[in-house]
């Protein structure tokens, strides 16, 4: 693997909650594969979260019903996210780069390259469960704070890969709309 996980890569960026601990080893293969089982099910959820609900001109009553009901859930969701991160103690939320190779972040102490890291990364603000990844720090950088990390994703199966690919395209792909339609109105404007 090169030295840096975005060489040639889309990237995530924002501001997620995460937090992260150095380890002495990897967890047992049997624990990896339920936590790379878990962590592909909490990639789907966030995936069925954002995919509209669509429906055929035949059914147009019938998607006008879906939509209002998906309305009722997801406020429901919406609610009780905001009741588990009020009960639980979800980290603080900082700037963050990561893709299906490896992550950045911004951090006051940032770990020693070389260290082995267990991170749990929230993706989902309606759904406050975390990604569990292992890493390797492959080294400390400048951030806007001025300290940060960057680590390799380790032992990851191919379904997290995949569905974090899928998380930073759709994520790339709304970007690029968003800007597109700024243009345009910035076009229009003259």
């Known amino acids: 693997m090169s030295s840096d996980p975005f060489a040639q890569s889309l990237v995530y960026e924002d501001e997620q909650p995460v937090d992260w601990e150095v380890v002495e080893a990897l967890p047992s293969g049997q624990r990896l594969a339920s936590l790379n089982a878990s962590n592909e099910a909490l990639l789907r959820v966030r995936e069925g979260l ?9 059914s147009q009553e019938l998607a006008l019903e879906f939509q209002r009901l998906e309305s009722k859930l997801n406020l429901i969701l919406e609610l009780m996210a905001e009741w588990l991160r ?3 103690d979800l980290p603080s939320a900082l700037p963050v780069r990561f893709n299906a190779r490896g992550i ?3 951090t006051r102490q940032p770990p020693a390259p070389g260290s082995l890291l267990r ?9 406050p469960k975390p990604l569990v990844l292992f ?3 492959l080294r400390q950088e400048g951030g806007e704070s001025g300290r940060g990390a960057l680590a390799e994703f380790l ?3 191919p379904g997290v890969v995949d569905g974090l690919e899928r998380l930073v395209f759709r994520r790339h792909r709304r970007e690029v709309a968003q800007l597109r339609g700024q243009l345009r109105d910035g076009d229009g404007r003259d």
């Open 50 to 58: 954002e995919e509209p609900t669509r429906g055929t001109e035949e």
């Open 104 to 106: 950045a972040w911004e």
């Open 86 to 88: 009020r009960q639980g």
């Open 155 to 157: 032992e990851l199966s």
């Open 135 to 137: 890493g390797r720090v």
């Open 119 to 127: 991170m749990r990364l929230y993706i989902c603000p309606t759904f």
